[in-house]
């Protein structure tokens, strides 16, 4: 089993920026490729960025790549966000999620991942 906390969220006006964190609980986190979603008001949940076990391979959804940055310190069981210009686009709820399949390649797809955070706010203001 694995716990996801995610933290950071907040308010900020575009251009600015924000860097998510996600704690996981549970002694496997370092062998699960890691992602995060976002969910914008009455919109479906989709894929920002998803990040391998070792770090070594990340993916990013086209509508951030360049803007944000996906990283994990293993160690300390975390997964960050690094997200910069942000636009009023940007805001929704950001989920972490695990995936626990023996894969090498992060993955976009939502049923690819079966540990959720609780989400954290992100609201971006013009």
């Known amino acids: 089993q694995v716990q996801l906390v995610e933290s950071g969220g907040g308010s900020v006006q575009a251009g600015g920026s924000l860097r998510l964190s996600c704690a996981a609980s549970?002694?496997?986190?370092?062998?699960?490729?890691m992602g995060w979603f976002r969910q914008a008001p009455g919109k479906e949940r989709e894929f920002v960025a998803g990040?391998?076990?070792?770090?070594?391979?990340?993916y990013y959804a086209n509508s951030v790549k360049g803007r944000f940055t996906i990283s994990r310190d293993n160690a300390k069981n975390t997964v960050y966000l690094q997200m910069n210009s942000l636009k009023p686009e940007d805001t929704a709820i950001y989920y972490c999620?695990?995936?626990?399949?023996?894969?090498?390649?992060?993955?976009?797809?939502?049923?690819?991942?079966?540990?959720w955070g609780q989400g954290t706010q992100v609201t971006v203001s013009s």
């Open positions: 999620a695990a995936d626990s399949r023996s894969t090498l390649f992060p993955s976009s797809q939502e049923t690819n991942y079966n540990y």
């Open positions: 549970g002694r496997t986190f370092s062998s699960y490729a």
């Open positions: 990040i391998s076990w070792s770090g070594g391979r990340t």
